[in-house]
């Protein structure tokens, strides 16, 4: 049984189509959705979404957001969504080094937040270009 799931962000609507299930993280652990889940608003942190859909699976890059389930569809506004295609790999791990490079330096609890924040975004966009692969 599928159900409409739409993924949005700030500048586009990422995708809005029929799906089997998602399964995303929640800032309190995983959360997978299937159709007819009991309707439910929830913060998705910075990670990999897990799209599936007629037997494929299909992962995204999240730079966190806000999962609503309704029994109309469900809907996740993110930050940021990136498919394998659109992440360019050698950007994400130049991100990666400025982030860790900051980290050794801990210069200031916002720097030090920040980088932390910048780190988890690259990793979890590398991870989603190698499944690309």
Known sequence: MKF??????PERK???EEVDMIMARAV???IG???NHAPLVTTIDISQLLI???GKEQ???IGGGIL???KEKTVLLADTAEFPHEI???RAEEAKKRAELRLEQRSGEINVKRAEIALRKALTRIEVAEKGK
């Not at 409409?4 to 962000?9: A, K, S």
């Open 14 to 16: 990422v995708m809005s």
């Open 88 to 90: 360019d790999i050698k």
């Open 59 to 61: 992962y995204v890059a």
């Open 4 to 9: 409409l799931f739409e993924l949005v962000t």
């Open 33 to 35: 959705i299937l159709a």
């Open 28 to 30: 309190d652990g995983d």
């Open 68 to 70: 609503e389930v309704s």
């Open 52 to 54: 599936k859909k007629d």
